[in-house]
């Protein structure tokens, strides 16, 4: 294994236990193990837990970025971009229903974290919100959504794959988000035509 690939072998290991344990429930220990390391090339790269955790929220902004960048180019409306967001967070939740996303696992400790840590889970939130504003701005320019319209969305989705983790999985997540996406978009078409939300 090169450099890179051993680099992003550990990080996806990270994640996977982020995933499935939370940050304070698994070690460096595990992660040398199950990606087939030794403790010499993972301080090579991560010069602590800290560090990896971090690096791990950086690579999975990236490429969650990567995520909505090619929802804007395959999609052609506003509904259709959201959708195709909704479409990412349901895929958290398959096949198996075992793991919730990311940010989210982590999130849950937020009070015992490390300030480093914290602060990459802002830039994740406001990557989603500030995408999201982009898309109002891009599709319906005259839809004012003021930003923490955007930003009670972006917490109630990811409030419901956490619901979605012990209700029905997928499947669950997929019908409420879009219940919650109808009705945003009929709050802000109110909004707009003067009618009471």
């Known amino acids: 294994m090169n450099q890179i690939d051993t680099r992003g072998r ?14 304070h429930s698994f070690s460096l220990s595990e992660v040398i193990k199950l990606s087939g390391t ?3 090339n993972l301080y090579h790269h991560f010069k602590s837990k800290e560090n990896l955790v971090k690096q791990t929220i950086i690579k999975y902004q990236e490429d969650f970025s990567e995520v909505l960048t090619k929802i804007n180019q395959e999609e052609s409306s506003l509904i259709g971009c959201l959708e195709g ?3 990412v967070y349901t895929q958290v939740l398959e096949p198996d229903n075992t793991k919730i996303y990311l940010c989210m696992a982590l999130i849950v400790e937020i009070n015992i974290l490390p300030p480093s840590i914290i602060q990459e889970l802002k830039k994740f939130f406001d990557l989603q919100v500030n995408w999201i504003t982009n898309l ?8 004012k959504v003021l930003d923490h319209e955007i930003e009670m969305l972006v917490s109630s989705l990811e409030g419901i794959i956490a619901v979605a983790r012990m209700k029905g999985g997928s499947e669950y997540f997929h019908n409420l988000a879009h219940q919650l996406l109808d009705n945003f978009m009929i709050a802000q078409k109110d909004k707009q035509t003067g009618l009471p939300a």
């Open 10 to 23: 550990i990080i996806e290991v990270c994640k996977d236990l982020i995933e499935t344990k939370g940050y």
């Open 38 to 40: 030794s403790h010499g």
């Open 85 to 87: 967001l909704i479409n």
């Open 136 to 143: 109002f701005s891009q599709y319906e320019p005259e839809t």
